[in-house]
C-alpha cells in the first residue's frame, strides 16, 4: 500500500530536546472518526490552527484510488502521511504500524520536525477498533505511542438516514469517548431533529461526551481528555488488552469487506487539463440532481480554466452538497483535477457517464461560442 508525503505547505515545526536522562515519555494518538462527509477534516483543521497544535503529525486514512483530504490538511509538509486506498484495517492495518514506527524513528533521527502528538482521521467508511488494537496490542507501538481518545463527527443533517443504512456509523459512535455534532449552524435545520439525534446519541452510547461543534470557541478543546476522563473510558495503560476489550476488540473485517465489495462503489477522475467555470456549474447542476443517500460521498480539488493560480475545493455528502470553497493558492505541486466519489447501489460506470457527458457538453458548448463569436475577438 503506497505511502505518499504531503508537501508544499509552510514547515512549522521546531526542533525539539528532550530532558537528558529522562525516561521517553509516549506520544499520545488522537482517533478521529465519523461517516463520510461529517466534517472530519474541516474539525481537524481547526484544531491544527489552534496554538499548541503546531507539533502535530497527522494520518490519513482514505477510502478511494486517490488522495485528497492530505491535500486540504494545514499541516506542515513532512507533517502528514496518506493510508490510501483501504480502511484501515488488514493490509492497510500492517501500513499503519510501519508508518507510527516510521514517523517515531524519523523524529528520533532529527531527519523530520519533532512533534509532541499524533492525530489519525480515519476513512468515512472505517470503524476505529482496528486502530485500537494496533495502538493497545502491537508491541512496537505501544511502547512508543498511546491511545489518547476517539473523537467521533456525527453529521446533523444526514446522521438519521445515516445510522439506519451503515453499521459502520453506529460503532464509531458506539466506540466514542466524545461525539461531536457538526453543521447544527446550517439553516433550516430543526432544533428538534438535533435534540432527537443527541437522544440516539446518548442510547448508543450512555458515556460519551456529547458537543456541538457550533458551541466550541476552542476546537483543541475536543481533541484533549482528563487522564479520569479516559480511565472512565477503559483505557488503561497497565493492561493493554482489558482497555481494547473495554472499547470493543471483539471485531471481525470480513462482513465490512464484504460489504464494501458488493454494495460499495467509488470511483476516481483525474483530469490534466483544467476545466472551465461551465464545466463546473454542470457538475453542480448534476449533484444537485442526483444527490440522495446513495451518493455517499463527493470531493474533489478543482483546476479552474479562469483562475488559474488558485483551485475550488467540492464537498458533498448525501443530500447536501456544500458551498464551494476557494483555496488562496494550490497546497502542493499537484495541479491536476481530482475527483472521488464513493457511493452505494450506484454503479461507478453510471457516475463516470454523467462525467463524460458533462465534459462533452461542455466541450460543445464552447465550440458554439467560439463559431458564433466575431472573427476579431478570436485573434
Known amino acids: 500500500m503506497p505511502l505518499t508525503c504531503h508537501n508544499g505547505l509552510p514547515r512549522r515545526f521546531a526542533p525539539r530536546n528532550d530532558d537528558a536522562g529522562a525516561p521517553p515519555a509516549k506520544i499520545p494518538v488522537s482517533i478521529l472518526t465519523g461517516f463520510l462527509g461529517s466534517g472530519k477534516t474541516t474539525l481537524l483543521n481547526r484544531i491544527l490552527r489552534e496554538p499548541g497544535f503546531e507539533r502535530t503529525a497527522v494520518i490519513v486514512n482514505e477510502f478511494g484510488d486517490i488522495g485528497i483530504d492530505h491535500d486540504l490538511i494545514d499541516a506542515s509538509d513532512d507533517a502528514v502521511v496518506l493510508l490510501e486506498n483501504g480502511c484501515l484495517c488488514c493490509a492497510v492495518r500492517s501500513d499503519l504500524v510501519a ?3 516510521s514517523l517515531h524513528q524519523r523524529r ?43 473523537v467521533t463527527t456525527v453529521d446533523a443533517v444526514n446522521a438519521a438516514a445515516t445510522l439506519d443504512a451503515h453499521i459502520e456509523s453506529v460503532q464509531q459512535i458506539a466506540l466514542a469517548d466524545r461525539v461531536v455534532i457538526t453543521k447544527t449552524d446550517l439553516p433550516d435545520l430543526p432544533g428538534a431533529s438535533v435534540q432527537a439525534l443527541q437522544d440516539r446519541v446518548r442510547a448508543l452510547n450512555p458515556q460519551a461526551q456529547i458537543v456541538l461543534a457550533s458551541d466550541s470557541q476552542e476546537a483543541g478543546a475536543l481533541l484533549r481528555f482528563t487522564p479520569q476522563q479516559l480511565l472512565s473510558h477503559g483505557w488503561s495503560e497497565a493492561s493493554p488488552d482489558e482497555a481494547a476489550l473495554a472499547h470493543g476488540q471483539q471485531h471481525t473485517h470480513a462482513h465490512q469487506h464484504a460489504q464494501h465489495d458488493r454494495r460499495i462503489q467509488r470511483l476516481s477522475i483525474v483530469r490534466d487539463d483544467p476545466w472551465d467555470l461551465r464545466t463546473l456549474e454542470l457538475l453542480l447542476d448534476a449533484l444537485s440532481q442526483n444527490a440522495g443517500p446513495n451518493m455517499l460521498r463527493v470531493k474533489g480539488i478543482i483546476a479552474i480554466e479562469e483562475e488559474p493560480t488558485r483551485p475550488v475545493v467540492l464537498h458533498g455528502a448525501q443530500n447536501l452538497v456544500h458551498k464551494l470553497e476557494w483555496l488562496a493558492q494550490w497546497p502542493s505541486a499537484d495541479r491536476r483535477t481530482r475527483i472521488m466519489f464513493i457511493t452505494r447501489d450506484i454503479p461507478a460506470a453510471q457516475v463516470r457517464d454523467i462525467i463524460d457527458a458533462i465534459e462533452r457538453l461542455s466541450s460543445r458548448t464552447r465550440q458554439a461560442r467560439l463559431r458564433a463569436a466575431p472573427s476579431d475577438q478570436l485573434i
Not at 111 to 123: G, K, L, P, Q
Request: net charge negative.
Open 108 to 150: 528520533a533521527q532529527g531527519s523530520i520536525h519533532a512533534f509532541d502528538r499524533v492525530v489519525i482521521e480515519t476513512s468515512g467508511l472505517a470503524e476505529p477498533t482496528p486502530v485500537l488494537e494496533v495502538l493497545l496490542s502491537e508491541p512496537s507501538v505501544n511502547a512508543r505511542f498511546v491511545p489518547a481518545g476517539i
Open 99 to 101: 508508518t507510527l514506527s
